[in-house]
């Protein structure tokens, strides 16, 4: 039986139990540089000192997948954070499921990224790694490097799961 995701929009309230999404709609901001920019702040909670990590930057360029798309894994990050957001500002995927000892099948929920969104996966939380919906895309990446012990594991599914396209 072909399990097909169904894509949810992305809501601060949804994505809750996963992590934060970062964005500036309904966001409190103050003025900064003489009033010439609005400050966005706290938007994220970055967590990547665990066992002497430390906060990186990157840049990811991400290769497009072909639709429907089949899940064969899912990772998590049990020592940090991670944290996405699209440099050309276009909509893509995220895929989660609750912290834990393995991802439950029936606990996936499939968000769209709005263009004016990010989000930033909670210590621990399952997720699909990044992948762009169409094109050679770049994102920013926060997250931790350094420090000691493994960062990544990963959840290979044997049910045929699929998202059908944007
Ligand atoms: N491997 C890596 O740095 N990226 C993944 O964690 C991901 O979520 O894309
Ligand atoms: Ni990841």
Redesign the pocket.
């Known amino acids: 039986m072909t399990i097909i995701l169904k894509p949810e929009p992305l809501t601060a309230e949804a994505f809750a139990p996963f992590g934060e999404v970062i964005e500036t709609t309904g966001r409190e901001f103050y003025q900064i540089n003489y009033g010439k920019t609005e400050r966005y702040s706290d938007l994220a909670d970055l967590d990547t000192l665990q066992q002497g990590g430390k906060p990186t930057v990157?840049i990811?360029r991400s290769q497009p997948v072909q639709f429907p798309f089949r899940i064969e894994v899912m990772?998590r990050?049990p020592q940090s954070s991670?944290a996405?957001i699209s440099l050309e500002r276009q909509a893509f995927f995220t895929l989660v499921a609750p912290a834990g000892e393995q991802p439950l099948v029936e606990q996936i929920r499939l968000f769209r990224v709005g263009a004016q969104q990010g989000i930033n996966?909670r210590r621990g939380v399952w997720?699909?790694?990044?992948f762009s919906p169409a094109g050679v895309r770049d994102f920013i990446?926060l997250?931790r490097t350094g420090g000691t012990g493994s960062n990544?594991d990963e959840y290979h599914f044997t049910q045929d799961i699929i998202i059908e396209g944007c």
């Open positions: 990157s990811f990772e990050h991670q996405f996966y997720h699909h790694y990044l990446c997250d990544c």
